[in-house]
């Protein structure tokens, strides 16, 4: 086994296969050889597509299950409606958009942000979680 020259190197993406082709490349970068990183071990396992009415019918009632059965919500309670049978929190997209300022500002929001940026948390995804938690 070879001696690397360096450690590893952090990497940071939002896909696995771009990771991945960072890590070899960083590997390779570090001084090991492409048999060190993925060594041969022997014959490969390959899969098969085998496609069966069987198969196709255990999918379909797999997936069917847990779904709701139509003209369910019609009769939920309506003492407890859900997100989506009661009026929007903001009608206007100005509020909803200052609502959410007003909590960025927010001085421990805003180092929880800025620490999750220091640490390659990605601006989008940071965004979505908001979105997401703040508006079910």
């Not at 009415?53 to 847990?66: I, K, M, N, R, T």
């Not at 948390?121 to 965004?127: E, P, W």
Request: glycine share 8%; aromatic share 6%.
């Amino acid at each position: 086994m070879a001696q690397p020259t360096r450690g590893p190197r952090p990497i940071v993406s939002d896909s696995i296969s771009d990771v991945a082709a960072q890590s070899v490349l960083d590997g390779l970068d570090a001084g090991f050889t492409i048999d060190e990183i993925a060594p041969d071990n022997g014959p490969k396992i390959r899969g098969e597509a085998r496609f069966n009415q069987e198969g196709l019918d255990e999918v379909v009632s797999l997936s069917a299950q847990g779904r709701p059965i139509p003209g369910q919500s019609l009769v939920n309670d309506p003492a407890q409606p859900y997100m989506w049978e009661q009026p929007p929190e903001f009608a206007n997209p100005k509020d909803a958009l200052d609502y959410m300022v007003g909590l960025i500002m927010q001085p421990d929001t805003m180092k929880q942000i800025v620490g999750a940026l220091a640490n390659g948390a990605a601006v989008a995804h940071i965004a979505m979680v908001m979105l997401y938690t703040k508006f079910p």
